[in-house]
Nanobody
Framework: QVQLVESGGGLVQPGGSLKLSCAAS????????MGWYRQTPGKERELVAD???????NYADSAKGRFTISRDNAKNLLYLQMNSLNSDDTAVYLC??????????????WGQGTQVTVSS
């Protein structure tokens, strides 16, 4: 099994920046697509951005131009640089990863999430 642990969340003022990190550990052959989702009470979990192993990125419209997703395949790390934050970005941010354990199948792993609060 793979464990995903997020870090870097916190309280930030509107217009500020945060950088989230996600570390993957455990037993696996390779990790494919990794991504960040966010969730707020009463709303569905929504994709923020994802990135393939080769570095192809995909962003939600709300994240384009403000957020940058990146990864370090050698260290099994995922990042999300968030700039120009506003109150709508307040949410729990969850890391996800497509895990290939080496048996010809794959599964999706989720982290526990890290809280991001944008408030003055």
């Amino acid at each position: 099994q793979v464990q995903l642990v997020e870090s870097g969340g916190g309280l930030v003022q509107p217009g500020g920046s945060l950088k989230l990190s996600c570390a993957a550990s455990g037993s696996f052959l390779v990790i494919g697509i990794m991504g960040w989702y966010r969730q707020t009470p009463g709303k569905e979990r929504e994709l923020v951005a994802d990135i393939s192993r080769s570095g192809i990125t995909n962003y939600a419209d709300s994240a384009k131009g403000r957020f940058t997703i990146s990864r370090d395949n050698a260290k099994n790390l995922l990042y999300l640089q968030m700039n120009s934050l506003n109150s709508d970005d307040t949410a729990v941010y969850l890391c996800t990863a497509e895990v290939f354990p080496g048996n010809g199948q794959y599964y999706t792993a989720w982290g526990q999430g890290t809280q991001v609060t944008v408030s003055s």
